[in-house]
């Protein structure tokens, strides 16, 4: 007896073959309408798989030039202007970090100091700075640890001259920029390699409390730096103009604090501390780098959400479509029941039917995004070489939006096929 249920059961069972095999007849007896639904849910897989590629890109990008995120664990300390109206930090300020951190904890701390540049000549011929006041008006101190990774000692951006390792090195060192400019108004054709070497005459100013004070000053150009953005500073080292600075009886302003800890791990720790005090503001790089990638992450989400609308629309088309198709295919359907199919083998019809075409939309999503991601990479890297690509496809992402298209054209067929359930096969013979 139970041999024969058994063999009854089997008889009247579909395997997952026939299942697929059936599911694949109804998509082809409606294939147009069918080929539109994957169509249109597809657009919105393409927007998700765009939002994918272009922040997995852009944060690919940052940590590929940032080593991987393994940023140096510098802290940069200046006055917090809201609170304190701006102003530059003074010797008691660096006490209190050193309180505050210890001193045997800090790798190093350099608090650099600045004066402005008001005109600069070179063979007698000036250019006036005084009223634009571009970045590089701005003669900053370099670090007197010049194993510091900045412009002056790495060789990408310099242009002309040696890198920066001497902190009383005598000369200046200016941005392209500078040469540019310089050569606009005075009508003459310097190149970098050409103006290292060259005398220049410099009339700085600082303004404190006192009022104003000026002086001229004549120094070599030692180095020419890349400013693809316009905003370098000018530099020198820093033991020439703290003595350049003292025979002119200047004040030594310093804009901020930079230094880095014995123990990367605590750089979290500490900043945090000095935030408690409403009179610093303070910044780490590898905050910044973090906060970067958090927003590039926030803004893709936002564009995966808006495009994800366009999926559930599409997602409810289906289960309507898969709805529709239950109805016409009543009498069928109470053939089956009728026989001993069981209503979860009728229902999987029905869900891989609309699995294929979920299947489908989301090869032409995959296909039409990758296209659309190549054709970007190929015009950044033409327009932009330092730029390799703004389109990319990680394992996660392919995986996840397989994943999440699966689910869809599950729940899209769940609910509809709930009626099989619910049909009584001797009304369902009867079914016009």
Request: glycine share 6%; aromatic share 8%.
């Amino acid at each position: 007896m139970r041999s024969l249920r058994k063999q009854k059961s089997q008889r009247n069972s579909f395997t997952r073959r026939s299942k697929l095999r059936l599911a694949w007849s109804n998509f082809l007896e409606r294939r147009w309408r069918n080929f539109m639904i994957a169509a249109a849910t597809s657009i919105g897989f393409i927007g998700i798989l765009l939002a994918f590629g272009l922040g997995n890109a852009v944060v690919d990008l940052i940590h590929r030039e940032t080593n991987q995120g393994q940023l140096p664990a510098q802290i940069q300390v200046s006055l917090n202007a809201q609170t304190t109206g701006g102003g530059v930090l003074n010797q008691s300020d660096i006490d209190f970090i050193y309180d505050l951190v210890g001193k045997d904890q800090i790798k190093y701390l350099e608090s650099p100091f600045s004066t402005l540049i008001q005109t600069a000549s070179i063979e007698g011929k000036k250019l006036d700075l005084s009223q634009s006041l571009p970045n590089y008006a701005q003669l900053v101190s370099l670090y007197t640890n010049s194993e510091i990774a900045v412009p002056a000692n790495t060789e990408e951006n310099l242009l002309a001259g040696n890198p920066y390792k001497d902190p009383s090195e005598e000369g200046i060192t200016v941005p392209i920029t500078f040469i540019e400019d310089f050569n606009r108004e005075t009508k003459s054709s310097y190149t970098a390699e050409s103006l290292v070497g060259k005398e220049v005459q410099l009339v700085i100013l600082e303004n404190t409390e006192k009022g104003t004070h000026t002086a001229t000053v004549s120094v070599k150009i030692s180095r020419v730096l890349t400013d693809e953005l316009a905003d370098s500073n000018s530099y020198m080292a820093p033991v020439t103009l703290e003595k350049i600075l003292q025979q002119q009886q200047f004040v030594r302003l310093k804009p901020y604090v930079i230094f880095e800890l014995q123990d990367p791990g605590a750089t979290e720790a500490v900043v945090e501390s000095l935030k408690e005090n409403k009179k610093y503001t303070v910044l780490s790089q590898q905050e910044v780098l973090g906060l970067v990638i958090q927003f590039i992450r926030v803004i893709q989400g936002l564009l995966i959400v808006l495009s994800f609308q366009a999926v559930v629309v599409s997602t409810i088309m289906i289960g309507i479509i898969v709805y529709i198709n239950i109805m016409q295919r009543s009498r069928e359907i109470g053939v089956m029941k009728a026989v001993g199919y069981l209503n979860r083998g009728v229902q999987s019809i029905f869900l891989y039917e609309s699995l294929i075409i979920t299947f489908l939309s989301l090869a032409a999503a995959f296909l039409v995004a990758q296209v659309i991601g190549s054709i970007a990479n190929v015009l950044v890297r033409h327009f932009y070489p330092s730029i390799t690509r703004v389109f990319f496809l990680d394992l996660q992402s392919i995986l996840m939006m397989i994943g999440l298209g699966l689910l869809l054209g599950y729940l899209s067929a769940y609910f509809p096929t709930k009626k099989i359930s619910q049909l009584d096969p001797v009304v369902s013979l009867r079914y016009e």
